[in-house]
């Protein structure tokens, strides 16, 4: 596998809580992108952080990404309710194959 | 916003029989996918088809699974014969070049009893 172990979590906080999500992969990648997936969806992109990049925000949204440590992570301010979901960070290959870590199972409490 | 489109949403099938999916990517795309996901696990790289080829594929892309876009028309797999592990979600997504954003259809529940 192209991840590490320590992908896999569940995470269970209050609404308006901070939670930052964390990847690391071991091959090369072009680009981090980042995606949630709601229940009974496919998944949805929210940040692509190219690998010349450093950090890219979207509103309440902010990734890193570090390639000398093979790591990204992803932020979320002032969750929502709405935020509950997986959240995955997934790899892309210069022939444009993408693959998805583990994931996180994110729950935000109101 | 683009969206792709996966037909039918949800299918049964007897194990042993030929399955088709069916998906309908965003219009100017040129890079197209299959995923695999078994409920509450991971998203699985099944195979990725550009420009007419099979450019990778993985373990879970068994002999009896088969991709095509005939004419630009759908972009579909097709299992023949099915067995009851390919019972799972499946995905579909499509891009516009190697390296930018990836667009999912909501998915083909398969069923195979």
């Known amino acids: 596998s192209q991840w590490g172990e320590e992908n896999l979590q569940a995470l269970s906080i209050q609404e308006g809580e901070d939670v930052t999500m964390n990847c690391s992969y071991k091959t090369y990648t072009t680009v981090v992108q980042w995606y949630r997936q709601k229940s009974g969806k496919g998944p949805a992109q929210l940040i692509l952080?190219?690998?010349?990049?450093r950090e890219k925000r979207s509103g309440r949204l902010r990734a890193t990404l570090d390639t000398s440590s093979q790591s990204s992570s992803l932020s979320i301010t002032g969750t929502l309710a709405t935020d509950t979901a997986v959240y995955f960070c997934a790899t892309n290959t210069n022939t444009g194959k993408l693959t998805f870590g583990d994931g996180t199972v994110l729950t935000v409490k109101p | 916003g683009p969206k792709v489109l996966q037909i039918p949403s949800h299918q049964i099938i007897d194990m042993g029989q030929m399955v088709t999916l069916n998906c309908d990517p965003v219009?100017?795309?040129?890079?197209f996918y299959w995923y695999k996901q078994i409920l509450g696990q991971q998203m699985e790289f099944l195979v990725n088809?550009?420009?007419?080829?099979?450019?990778?594929k993985s373990k879970l892309f068994k002999d009896q699974f088969s991709v095509e876009r005939p004419d630009g028309s759908y972009f579909t797999l097709k299992i023949q014969p099915t067995a009851l592990e390919d019972s799972a979600v499946y995905f579909c997504?499509?891009?516009?070049?190697?390296?930018?954003?990836?667009?999912f259809g909501k998915g083909t529940r398969l069923t195979v009893v």
């Open positions: 997504a499509s891009r516009d070049s190697h390296d930018t954003e990836v667009f």
């Open positions: 088809f550009y420009n007419g080829k099979v450019m990778e």
């Open positions: 219009s100017n795309h040129l890079y």
């Open positions: 952080i190219r690998s010349n990049e």
